[in-house]
């Protein structure tokens, strides 16, 4: 591995093996999500809790100053809307020469595997990932899942295997029961998406049982910046991920920075 490209993995997985993502790339294909209206007023005092923060170009370009010390994972896939019954049928939408212009550490591609169209979302990935290696920067495989598909351990160990195989560095996915052969059988790290907003207690829940399970970190967007409370939440999902509290312990913490 070059220098390179162990410099900006280890930026983005800390010393402890784990690292947490602050994701706030929905917009690419769900327009002003709730809570991102303006995104630059939700996201800069969550800042100081993220390991990296994962967004498209134009929000680090309108909304994020370049005083910016957190390692950007800048999304280089899109093309469909949620409007589109093909969701997620996604192409390259940023060159790598605009990724290192923006000063990307890592770029996030999403695959589908499973769908009709899995094969462009498999060819352009690794057209990234080859792009993405001559320059020493990790590419993020972001394991997508439509809604004919099943999220279960079976599901997710097959896109996450392949995704690694095809070249990730990291690989996202979601968090089912079984967890544990999602890990075992993917041969680089693992994060998971929070996924949509559920109540606070259950999404800390959620993100203890991937630490315990093995995950090396969490990507969590609609959990934080839709949370009644997005810096208690953040702090708290960030002591789960680092400093290893469990479940309770983080239900008490949240309320506790909540009701501060
Ligand atoms: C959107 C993404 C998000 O970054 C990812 O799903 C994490 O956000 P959330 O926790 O809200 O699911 O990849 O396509």
């Not at 070249?167 to 089912?176: D, E, L, M, P, S």
Request: hydrophobic residues 45%; aromatic residues 6%; contains cysteine.
């Amino acid at each position: 591995m070059s220098w390179g490209m162990e410099n900006r993995l280890s930026r983005i997985i800390r010393p402890d093996g784990h690292t947490l993502m602050l994701a706030v790339d929905h917009g690419y294909f769900m327009g002003p999500t709730t809570g991102l209206e303006a995104l630059g007023e939700t996201v800069n005092p969550l800042l100081p809790y993220g390991d990296s923060l994962m967004l498209t170009r134009g929000a680090l370009r309108q909304y994020i100053s370049p005083q910016l010390d957190t390692p950007i994972i800048m999304r280089v896939s899109g093309g469909t809307s949620i409007l589109n019954k093909n969701l997620l049928h996604e192409g390259i939408t940023v060159s790598m020469e605009d990724a290192i212009r923006l000063n990307a550490t890592a770029v996030a591609f999403s695959i589908l595997v499973g769908a009709e169209f899995e094969r462009d979302t498999l060819l352009a990935f690794t057209q990234v990932v080859d792009e993405a290696e001559r320059y020493g920067i990790p590419t993020l495989a972001v394991t997508a899942v439509g809604k004919a598909l099943v999220r279960d351990a079976k599901y997710l160990s097959l896109a996450s295997r392949m995704a690694a195989e095809l070249g990730a560095r990291i690989v996202k996915t979601y968090y089912c029961e079984n967890f544990e052969r999602v890990i075992n059988t993917c041969p680089v790290p693992v994060v998971i998406a929070g996924g949509k907003k559920i109540p606070e207690h259950d999404a800390l829940t959620l993100a203890y049982n991937a630490i315990r399970s093995g995950a090396a970190g969490v990507a969590m967007g609609r959990n934080i910046f839709q949370s009644e409370a997005p810096v208690a939440m953040i702090r708290t999902v960030r002591a789960i991920v680092h400093d290893g509290i469990n479940d309770a312990e983080a239900k008490e913490m949240y309320e506790e920075i909540k009701n501060a």
